[in-house]
C-alpha cells in the first residue's frame, strides 16, 4: 500500500460461516414477504 503497510485478510470460523448462512436466509424470506405485500397493492 502507500503506507508500506502490510494487508490483513480475515477468514470467517466456522461458527461465523454458520451464523452468516442463518443471517442471509432470513434477509431472503423478509424481502419475499416484503415483495408479496408490495404486489398486493
Known sequence: ???NRR???Y???RTGRHQLESE???WRRLTVAVRLVLEMR
Open 1 to 3: 500500500s502507500e503506507n
Open 7 to 9: 494487508a490483513k485478510f
Open 11 to 13: 477468514e470467517l470460523t
Open 24 to 26: 442471509t436466509d432470513a
